[in-house]
């Protein structure tokens, strides 16, 4: 997460998963869910991860944070989209309470804005021969301001800024850590924005958002039978809106042959950063990991299993909130990462 001077420091702090298609609030207690609220926004509130409605936005939080009626007004919030920079850098050893000002030093050689005009997250990868492989996310203040612009707006406290593929594997670690080594790509398919975590061992080892996410499914749904897209939205979630699950076929099958091109293009940019290291699996996460045959469709694709995210597998749930974990299922995936953060517990 990004080490941000001006937030404040207490603990407490609870998820704020403020998606493009959605508000989502979970509030941990040790392991036992406590808090959970969700609220729809309007579809051009928020459009490839820029907050262009502000009000919409925070009426989306406040409700959300409302229905969830959570103890607490310190929010952990994460951020995604194209305008993240992520690069792999490799910078000599140092110890590790010098490794923030090294990084620092480093990211001006790999980042087109200048160092002052951003906030930096960075994972250590790997150690080898005296030297240090990290992924470095840069993110613009600007676009930092804005997120917590809104959340104050709402009345609350921003705590911590994570980036979301890394609230998704932390997450990932805690429901489903993976015993047998081998790398596996964490891939959330949001509303608009798809983010992918490589993790080996816990451990971040690439990263990469690109726009694209269920809106894809749905505009392609309108244009294919010529309907609004609130219809084609509903028809898709296979609400009875007068319109066969057949007829939407053609528009899935074309809308995943893209979305299966667009994994492919980031495992080939994972290939050529990464030493042959070899995805033993994939599992997904975001609302659109819910499509009907999707898993199904990339697991035949690429040969390797794909699972679907399990956000509360080891997390106790009351009876209260089963209804709601049970049907939003792998989209809570980031907002449960991002509950699992306090200030100040970055682990390098
Ligand atoms: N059962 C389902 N079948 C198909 N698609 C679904 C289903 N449930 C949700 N979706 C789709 O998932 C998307 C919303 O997912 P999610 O809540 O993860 O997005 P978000 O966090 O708001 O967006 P983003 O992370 O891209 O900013 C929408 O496009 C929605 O249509
Ligand atoms: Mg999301």
Not at 114 to 126: M, Q, T
Not at 136 to 152: I, L, P, Q, T
Not at 154 to 170: E, P, T, W
């Amino acid at each position: 997460m990004f080490n941000i001077p001006f937030l404040r420091r207490t603990s407490d702090t609870f998820g704020l998963d403020i998606g493009s298609s959605a508000v989502k609030v979970v509030q941990l207690q040790g392991s036992s869910l406590v808090a959970l609220g969700l609220a729809s926004l309007p579809p051009d509130a928020i459009a490839e991860g820029t907050i262009k409605d502000p009000p919409s936005v925070v009426d989306a939080i406040k409700d959300a944070v409302g229905r969830a009626a959570v103890g607490s007004k310190e929010a952990a919030i994460g951020v995604s989209g194209r305008e993240l920079i992520i690069k792999k850098v490799q910078i000599p050893e140092v110890p590790m309470k010098e490794l923030r000002d090294a990084v620092q030093l480093e990211a001006e050689h790999h980042i087109p804005f200048a160092i002052d005009e951003v906030f930096l997250d960075y994972h250590v990868v790997g150690r080898h021969d005296g030297a240090m492989d990290l992924i470095v996310v840069a993110v613009k203040k600007s676009k930092v301001v804005e997120y917590v612009g809104v959340v104050e707006e709402a009345g609350l406290n921003a705590m911590v800024v994570d980036v979301d593929g890394f609230a998704l594997g932390n997450q990932f670690e805690l429901n489903q850590q993976n015993e047998r080594g081998e790398a596996v790509a964490l891939i959330d398919i949001g509303a608009s924005i798809m983010k992918t975590n490589v993790l080996r061992g816990g451990t971040p080892i690439f990263a990469r958002d690109i726009p694209f996410g269920g809106n894809n499914y749905t505009h392609a749904i309108a244009q294919h039978l010529k309907i609004p897209f609130d219809q084609a939205e509903s028809a898709k979630l296979g609400r009875d809106v007068g319109v066969s699950w057949e007829s939407l076929v053609p528009a899935l099958e074309s809308v995943s042959r893209e979305l299966s091109l667009e994994v492919q293009r980031t495992f080939d940019y994972f290939a050529s950063t990464a030493d042959s290291e070899r995805i033993g699996k994939i599992v997904l996460a975001g609302g659109c990991a819910q499509l009907p045959g999707l898993t199904d469709y990339l697991s035949s694709t690429w040969g390797i299993p794909v699972e679907l995210a399990q956000p509360f597998a080891r997390i106790d749930v009351s009876s209260g909130h089963s209804e709601v974990v049970g049907a939003a299922g792998p989209s809570l995936a980031v907002a449960v990462g991002l509950a699992l953060r306090q200030p100040g517990d970055k682990n390098e």
